[in-house]
C-alpha cells in the first residue's frame, strides 16, 4: 500500500526514530474513524519498519505517556504497534515514544488495512468481498480530498505465514486468484457474476487479507 502512504505522511513516516515521539491524537483521529461499525472486519494497522523494507523495526522501548501515566506499549514480531483506543488518552495529549538502540537502521512508522478477525481455512467469497468494500470505504475515508487521487481496489490480498498452498478454488475463481510464496492475490473485478456462496480451500488459514491496490 506503498501509494496511500503519502496521505499521512506528515504523521507517519520519519527517517529516523532513534528516541522519537509522536503526538496521540493524529492516530486517535484516524482509529476513531477505523472503530466505527461498518468497518468491524477490518482495522487500521500502524507498521514500524527497517526504512524502505518490510523488516520489522529495531526497538529498545515503546511507550505512551501522559502528564499522570506512563505505560508499555506492545510491538508485534511483525512490527506492528498496537496502540489502544482511548478518548482519555486523547484528552490528556498524550506522547507515543520510540526508542531505538544506538547505531541501529532508520525506521518508517507508516500504516495499513487488515483484516480484523481470524479466519479459517476454507474462506467463503462473501467474506472476501464484505472486507473488500469495507477496505474501499476505510480508504477513502481516511484520505478525505485525496479519495479522487486513489487507484482502484481491485480485490484482496492473503497473506499466509508459510508458503500458499490452494487445496479447492471453485473453476469460476480460478482466473481471478493468482497464489505465489507466500500469498494469493483474488481479483474481485473478475468476480462479479460469481455468487457469494463459493469457497476457497487452503492447506492453513490465511493469517492476514490486506487490500489489493496497483503497485506504484
Known amino acids: 500500500m506503498r501509494f496511500c502512504l503519502v496521505l499521512l505522511a506528515a504523521l507517519l513516516v520519519s527517517p529516523s526514530m532513534a528516541n522519537t515521539q509522536f503526538n496521540y491524537?493524529?492516530?486517535?483521529?484516524?482509529?476513531?474513524?477505523?472503530?466505527k461499525a461498518e468497518f468491524s472486519h477490518i482495522t487500521l494497522a500502524f507498521m514500524l519498519q527497517r526504512q524502505g523494507t518490510q523488516q520489522a523495526c529495531e526497538l529498545t522501548a515503546a511507550r505512551i505517556t501522559t502528564d499522570i501515566s506512563d505505560d508499555p506499549l506492545t510491538v508485534a514480531a511483525n512490527g506492528e504497534l498496537v496502540l489502544p483506543y482511548s478518548e482519555l488518552l486523547n484528552n490528556r495529549k498524550a506522547l507515543i515514544v520510540l526508542k531505538q538502540p544506538e547505531g541501529a537502521a532508520p525506521c518508517d512508522l507508516n500504516f495499513r488495512l487488515r483484516s480484523r478477525l481470524p479466519l479459517d481455512a476454507r474462506v467463503e467469497l462473501r467474506q472476501l468481498r464484505m472486507m473488500h468494500r469495507q477496505f474501499d470505504a476505510l480508504l477513502k475515508e481516511l484520505a478525505g480530498l485525496g479519495k479522487y487521487f486513489l487507484p482502484p481496489m481491485t480485490g484482496v490480498s492473503l497473506q499466509f505465514a508459510a508458503e500458499a498452498m490452494v487445496l479447492a478454488v471453485p473453476a469460476e475463481l480460478s482466473q481471478a486468484l493468482q497464489c505465489e510464496e507466500n500469498q494469493c492475490q483474488l481479483d474481485l473485478t473478475q468476480t462479479k457474476e460469481?455468487?457469494?456462496?463459493?469457497?476457497?480451500?487452503?492447506?492453513q488459514a490465511p493469517a492476514l487479507v490486506l487490500p489489493l491496490l496497483p503497485r506504484k
Do not use: P
Open 25 to 35: 491524537d493524529g492516530f486517535y483521529a484516524r482509529l476513531k474513524k477505523s472503530e
Open 194 to 203: 460469481v455468487a457469494d456462496s463459493l469457497v476457497l480451500e487452503f492447506q
